[in-house]
């Protein structure tokens, strides 16, 4: 079986809860056609996990709430959420930044940081 993901959010719903960056973390994806645009939400949706525990580490979440917000303020499209309740065991880790990216709502020496160490860090296999 397997998941419909269309978006980068759905891979922030889908990796929830994981650390795509912890060393003991790794993904493997069997896909064909989709297997580079599938990567690069893998890849970012890690980059924004770290981006979340950076945000969560620094005790900005209010700060970075209200630049979500801001980004949203005025549009008639609603910010994407997470439908339903938590698995059991489910942190919430990735959907912080559902609808937006780090680099949206971080400084761009600090995101930059952040996604270089990502990218060093998470582990996976993609078979096509």
Do not use: H
């Amino acid at each position: 079986s397997g998941v419909s993901i269309c978006c980068l959010d759905d891979a922030k719903k889908l990796y929830s809860g994981f650390n795509l960056a912890d060393p003991k973390t790794s993904v493997s994806m069997t896909i064909n056609g989709p297997a580079p645009m599938l990567l690069g939400y893998f890849m970012n949706a890690a980059i924004d996990q770290q981006c979340e525990i950076y945000i969560r580490q620094n005790g900005s979440e209010q700060e970075v709430k209200k630049k979500i917000e801001a980004i949203y303020q005025g549009k008639e499209q609603q910010r994407p959420a997470y439908q339903g309740p938590l698995p059991k065991g489910n942190d919430g880790l990735g959907l912080m930044l559902l609808g937006v990216t780090g680099d949206q709502v971080l400084p761009a020496d600090v995101y930059e940081k952040i996604k270089k160490e990502t990218l060093a860090q998470v582990r996976g296999t993609v078979q096509a």
